[in-house]
């Protein structure tokens, strides 16, 4: 009942006791006592239907507090929700995960600790942890498995380093599983078979079959950054020729660029490499939103490759929507529309028939929101054994 109530935006106890498969005399018993027990609380009351006016339940605020980490390539993010998932307090900042584990786990200790101060909440009281890293993740273990844009990372016990400051349980998943994990949330599991992909310095897709994060057998099911596109392309961090990740990535993209304002295409692009030095991606994105035809030029390539890729996936998984996040989000409309002109040119017609591609509804959030699922749910399910 705990996990029916944490997964819905409020709920009457006639609906929990009708998803649970209560009787709601047995439905009412039970939401008395986990009142009682402090681990439901009132919400308020629905608009009335003509009756009397339902309350709404949710996870009691009594319970504790839950941290969230979203670590990007080059960035990362720490928050303290409430166990309904309200942001309580958020910072984020830029971070190179290739500087390796120690450093960047010190910072977030930091971090950690100066947001709860901030909201008055003592360690103690923290429930669980939930991360998000850009790498392969052994779930069962938290661990990084060979991570290409991480290697000192590999086999690092991140449970362990935490465990210095906090007692609360720790969950380790790859960051786009966690991005599905915040939109299937956001959703109330209302869809149930779908992909989130990031496009940023990396490529990866979460897989959401039949309302779970699907990990595969060994927590590397959706690693399609790694899927080839040119047989005969540059050769990727991986070993491979012809990545998707390294022929329309965040990296890719803004060298693609380069190579386009060095030929004399671009005056603007030109420019900002004068003012600004290497280009990155929000640079693309930036000239691309003010109509500059090279970096249009670039980002159809881009989003062409990565529709061209996706196509394989939509045929395989028939999912209902793609949900595309990370930096490429910033780039606008143009990058999604290319990649739906090379998904529906190149999926079966059953395939693509619902099929609805756009941008994660949750945005740059995901993965913070993601990582406050993570930990809750994985808290409730070792409630649940216990």
């Not at 009787?23 to 939401?31: M, T």
Request: hydrophobic share 45%; proline share 5%; glycine share 12%.
């Amino acid at each position: 009942m705990l996990d029916h109530v944490f997964w819905s935006s409020g709920i009457s106890r006639d609906a929990l006791a009708a998803v649970s498969s209560y009787s709601k005399s047995r439905a009412n018993a039970a939401v008395a006592e986990l009142l009682e027990q402090g681990l439901l609380e009132p919400t308020g009351e629905l608009a009335s239907t003509g009756g009397r006016r339902a309350e709404t339940l949710r996870l009691s605020r009594g319970l504790g507090v839950l941290i969230g980490v979203a670590v990007g390539a080059t960035g990362l993010e720490v928050g303290v929700l409430s166990p309904d998932l309200t942001v309580l307090a958020h910072h984020s900042e830029p971070a190179d995960v290739r500087d390796g584990p120690a450093p960047v786990l010190s910072r977030i200790r930091a971090l950690m600790r100066e947001l709860l101060a901030r909201c008055g909440v003592p360690p103690r009281q923290v429930i669980a942890i939930g991360i998000g890293l850009p790498g392969p993740v052994d779930f069962d273990t938290g661990q990084l498995v060979n991570p290409p844009l991480m290697p000192q990372w590999d086999a690092y016990s991140i449970r362990d380093d935490l465990a210095a400051d906090f007692s609360a349980p720790v969950f380790v998943d790859n960051d786009v599983n966690v991005m599905a994990l915040g939109e299937l949330w956001r959703m109330q599991r209302g869809l149930q078979n779908f992909l989130v992909v990031k496009v940023g310095t990396g490529i990866g897709c979460g897989v959401v079959c039949h309302g779970q994060v699907y990990r595969g057998a060994n927590g590397s099911a959706g690693d399609v950054g790694h899927i080839c596109v040119v047989p005969d392309g540059p050769r990727c961090h991986c070993g491979n020729l012809g990545c998707v990740e390294t022929l329309a990535a965040g990296p890719a993209i803004a060298r693609m660029a380069t190579e386009a304002a060095e030929a004399g295409q671009s005056p603007r692009l030109a420019r900002l490499i004068a003012e600004r030095g290497p280009l990155r991606l929000q640079d693309v994105a930036e000239a691309s939103r003010a109509g500059d035809m090279a970096a249009n030029q670039v980002v159809q390539r881009a989003g062409a490759l990565v529709g061209q890729m996706l196509a394989s996936v939509v045929n395989f998984f028939n999912p209902s929507h793609v949900f595309i996040g990370g930096g490429i989000t910033r780039v606008g409309p143009l990058f999604l529309a290319a990649v739906r002109q090379s998904v529906y040119h190149r999926s079966l017609a059953l395939s693509t028939r619902h099929l609805e591609i756009q941008y994660t509804p949750l945005g740059e959030r995901a993965g913070l929101i993601g990582a406050g699922v993570l930990a809750m749910q994985e808290s409730l399910r070792q409630m649940e054994a216990a």
